[in-house]
């Protein structure tokens, strides 16, 4: 199994729940796939955590990066629909909206998302 897992919002949203995922599927690749740009910090966090990993790559990585002509969103989504994880946990819709049907996708729901999820339906709601 390959688990991609997102940092911020997500493994940050809920660290003990990474955590104790990572230990229990000891035998599934980890990817940590993240918008920041600096895998020594990124790499300390999940160190200081104790989350399990086995490859860390941030948007500036330099096979994987992401180029100029790519949004945020596009590069993360085309890099996580290359690697074809099993799952991939990540908390932004943009993303998630991009990614191939065949990957499993979680979304944690912090309280921005959940007020995103609330606007969206009152719209609905209202047309
Ligand atoms: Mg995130």
Do not use: A, I, R, Y
């Given at each position: 199994m390959h688990i991609c897992l997102d940092v911020d919002d997500t493994i940050t949203y809920a660290p003990e729940f990474f955590v104790g995922l990572c230990r229990r599927f000891d035998g599934a690749r980890i990817t940590i796939v993240t918008f920041r740009s600096d895998e020594p910090e990124t790499k300390a966090y999940l160190d200081g955590i104790g989350l399990r990993y086995d490859r860390v790559i941030v948007s500036?990585?330099?096979?994987h990066g992401r180029r100029e002509s790519e949004s945020p969103h596009e590069w993360k989504a085309a890099l996580v629909n290359r690697l074809r994880p099993d799952i991939f946990f990540e908390d932004m819709p943009q993303v998630v909206s991009l990614i191939h049907p065949s990957i499993l996708v979680f979304m944690p729901c912090d309280d921005f998302v959940r007020e995103w999820i609330s606007l969206r339906l009152d719209a609905d709601a209202t047309t």
């Open positions: 500036t990585d330099s096979e």
